[in-house]
């Protein structure tokens, strides 16, 4: 095994932030119910409010529009049965916490780069004049991808539609408002931005609402049910608060990412950029290396010390063919050999070099061995 470790799987889940490590142990040591009247629950429902107003912050909302779930997964579910909406329209590439939430939802289509094109969302909207909630992602989890959402957003509530915006991989990479973007709903997720996994918001624009879909109490302006999650609260705010104060960060994160790209295709002239020539997040690459089974690589890399990953990484560790490869309509051999490599704002130029000799030795060692099978 070797000795250097380089983690480059943050859309996976994000290195903990030291001042979320902080709010949580501060939060775990003080202790109190938000919903008690004494004074240790009224000094932890001070801290959800404060908590509140810095993830609303965050995504430029109204902190009367933050409801903490359990993570992104359930603030998805929240907004897609919350909303009163019969009629579900979701991309094709949505995280599967939206696709199996509602396996009846519309689909709408994508183009070869994964995004959800305005006009055909139109179509759909004026061929079936029902009120709608469309959810559609603002950037793609496996390719970067960002999605034209504040155009969406219009042609949405031009049909009387609601439109439900999946933040949880852009919140903390790139500036976020609810209100310029023009979306009803907007799902985030600590985990992502350095906060403690567990914890995560829907977040309400002004005159929207959802209906409590986990029922037992008043908690959260009763829209959601359950004694408030106080050191996770916590420590999503505090990691919300340095994320949104550390954004340039994602400067140097794109040259190292472009960087990385650029000697990728250099070394190895047959690999292939995924959403390459498109507007992406600044820290994800998706890459192909025709010829090579993504687990493949992501096996070979990683007794090479370097964690990367195959798509998403919420299945269990299991690696299986993309849905949203797929639905940008590449071909089987692209969409089984392509890895995904995120970084962060720790990630350095050595982190990157690693990466790049160990793909690389990856890359001309099935070479030669693909050479000596085809001469023997």
């Not at 183009?111 to 709608?132: F, H, I, Q, W, Y």
């Not at 295709?265 to 890459?287: F, H, K, S």
């Not at 090479?304 to 993309?322: E, L, Q, T």
Request: proline fraction near 5%.
């Amino acid at each position: 095994m070797a000795s250097q470790a380089t983690y480059l799987d943050w859309n996976a889940t994000a290195p903990l932030r030291p001042e979320a490590v902080a709010a949580v142990t501060a939060a775990l040591s003080d202790g109190g119910n938000p919903s008690s009247v004494h004074r240790a629950g009224r000094a932890a429902r001070q801290r959800v409010e404060r908590a509140r107003r810095s993830v609303a912050a965050l995504v430029g909302a109204a902190a009367e529009g933050v409801v903490f779930t359990s993570g992104g997964t359930e603030a998805n579910h929240l907004a897609l049965f919350g909303s009163g909406r019969e009629r579900i329209l979701v991309s094709a590439v949505e995280h599967s916490s939206v696709l199996q939430a509602a396996p009846e939802a519309e689909r709408l289509p994508v183009d070869c780069n994964g995004m959800v094109d305005v006009g055909g969302l139109e179509a759909m909207l004026r061929a079936n004049p029902r009120p709608a909630l469309i959810s559609i992602m603002l950037a793609n989890n496996e390719t970067g991808v960002i999605q034209p959402i504040a155009a969406l957003a219009a042609a949405a509530h031009a049909h009387g539609a609601l439109l439900h915006c999946d933040a949880v991989q852009a919140a903390g990479k790139m500036p976020l408002d609810v209100a310029a973007l023009g979306v009803d709903l907007m799902s985030v997720s600590a985990h992502k931005l350095g906060g403690p996994p567990g914890i995560g918001a829907l977040v309400l624009a002004p005159g929207s609402e959802v209906a409590a879909q986990q029922r037992g109490g008043g908690q959260e302006r009763g829209r959601r049910a359950g004694t408030e999650n106080l050191p996770g609260i916590t420590g999503f705010a505090a990691a919300a608060e340095a994320a949104g104060a550390d954004l340039a960060a994602y400067d140097r994160v794109l040259a190292l990412r472009d960087r990385l790209e650029i000697f990728a295709r250099d070394a190895v002239p047959e690999a292939m950029v995924i959403g390459a020539c498109v507007t992406r997040l600044p820290n994800t690459t998706a890459l192909a290396l025709p010829g090579v089974a993504a687990a493949t690589q992501v096996i070979g890399l990683d007794l090479d010390g370097v964690m990367v990953s195959a798509g998403a990484a919420c299945s269990s560790g299991k690696v299986g063919p993309s849905h949203v490869l797929a639905a940008m309509g590449l071909p089987p051999h692209i969409i089984g050999s392509t890895i995904r490599v995120s970084l962060g704002w720790s990630t350095t130029e050595d982190d990157i070099t690693h990466f790049l000799e160990a793909w690389t030795r990856l890359a001309r060692r099935v070479q030669r061995s693909a050479r000596a099978g085809r001469a023997a």
